[in-house]
């Protein structure tokens, strides 16, 4: 089994104490930081290129208050998952314990998704301005 496949389908998910849910997702948050960070590096950067490009080339740059911002929501979405892992054990019991390790990996998914989806808005939006260039 690789590293990988471990990290998103861990096998042996069985916490048994509120505080052990809560360390198997704290273990994983660096993990989800860097993923994010590094997703809105490379997004950050396709959008500069894209605003580069002619026609009506244009520089972003790195706005640090919105991406700060961006950063703390992330964080506060990605603590709603031990949240909602705590609540549904108590609800319904340890024989949902699985959903810990799948509202990690959907949450991560849409995370880093979220993160990139301006990338494809930039690039239709640098294709509009070839049309009305050529059009």
Do not use: Q
């Amino acid at each position: 089994m690789t590293a990988l496949t471990r990290f998103f389908f861990d096998p042996v998910y069985a916490p048994r104490s509120a505080w052990s849910v809560i360390g198997w997702w704290e273990g994983r948050r660096s993990a989800f930081n860097l993923a994010i960070g590094g997703a809105g590096v490379l997004t950050l950067t396709v959008l500069n290129l894209f605003a580069a490009l002619p026609p009506y080339g244009m520089w972003f740059g790195f706005p640090l208050v919105p991406l700060a911002v961006y950063a703390l929501l992330a964080n506060v979405a990605f603590t709603a998952g031990p949240i909602a892992d705590l609540l549904i054990r108590r609800a319904w019991g340890n024989r949902y314990a699985a959903v810990g390790p799948t509202l990690f990996r959907y949450g991560f998914v849409f995370s880093v998704g979220l993160t990139l989806l301006p990338i494809p808005l930039a690039a239709a939006l640098w294709a509009l301005r070839l049309v009305r260039l050529f059009g």
